[in-house]
Each structure stands twice: as C-alpha cells, then as structure tokens.
C-alpha cells in the first residue's frame, strides 16, 4: 500500500511541477534537480515512511570542529534544519539533509510545501558549506528554547 501512496503522490507532484510521468524507480527511489539542490525521495522499509534526503557537501578539513557544532546545534528542536535532519555520512564524510514524512497523511498541498521547506534549507546549508561558515555569529542557541516533545505528567 505505501507503495502505490508513494507512486500517487510523486505523480501528483510531477503534474503540478511539469513532469507529468515521475514516478519511483524499481528500487522505490525518485532523485529531482531543483536548481543546484539534488533531492532524493524513497520509500522506507515497510512502515509506511517517505525520506527526502540531499547531500550538501563535504565537512570542512580545517574547521570540522566547528562545523560537527553547528551541525549539531541546527538539529537541537529542528531550529535550524526546518524539521528534518542533519548528519554526517559516515563512509563518505558527506552532510546529509534528511527528513521523514508519514505517507498516510500526506496529501499534495503538504507534500509541496515540505519539499519547498526542504529544498530552502538545504540551499541555506549548502551555501554555508560551500563558504566555510561555520563557528560564527548567528550560530548561538535561542535563549530559552522549547524542548522537544511535550511535556509529560508524573503519576
């Protein structure tokens, strides 16, 4: 079943953008250009997960300290990876831009926008990677941040 929500959705998709026959590939896989920003969409392995997945670039040689940090520090309550995820492939030393939606719910007005999100930030991430900025101002976490989850009663 989440198979054929998958197909659906990237057909949809496809229509709204101008690609009117996207579709998944045979591994269940769908790789898009939007300008400089490659975007993968897959299905995941059975429970019904859709990711959207680009690579960015490389960590820095010089400087990783401080680009693992702000790393790090972008994913603390989404804050600065807009609901997805950063990490560090660890065969490549690639930085990944990773999100999973739910294909259940997903409907194409949501779909459009979480791959819009999707795509801004990895343009942000990709343009800091590519200049080296990291460890700057603008990289301080918000006084009094929300944790993550809600909150929870002891009984």
Do not use: H
């Not at 054929?4 to 896989?29: K, T």
């Not at 997960?49 to 972008?74: F, H």
């Not at 807009?82 to 560090?88: C, K, N």
């Not at 343009?123 to 700057?136: A, D, L, P």
């Amino acid at each position: 079943m989440s198979q054929s929500v998958m197909e659906n959705i990237l057909a949809e998709f496809g229509a709204s953008i101008g690609i009117p026959d996207l579709r998944p590939d045979a591994e269940q896989r769908c790789n898009l250009m939007f300008d400089d920003v490659a975007v993968s969409f897959e299905l995941g392995g059975g429970d019904g997960s859709l990711y959207i997945y680009s690579l960015l670039g490389d960590v820095p040689e010089t400087g990783a300290e401080a680009a693992y940090a702000d790393l790090l520090g972008a994913n603390y309550s989404f804050g600065g990876t807009g609901g997805s995820t950063l990490s560090v492939d660890p065969r490549t030393g690639g930085i990944v831009l990773i999100r999973e939606e739910r294909l259940e719910a997903l409907r194409l007005p949501t779909f459009e926008a979480v791959v819009q999100d999707f795509v801004n930030v990895a343009e942000q991430w990709m343009n800091r990677i590519r200049k080296g900025e990291f460890g700057g101002p603008g990289d301080e976490v918000p006084e009094d941040p929300e944790p993550p989850g809600t909150p929870m009663m002891r009984v």
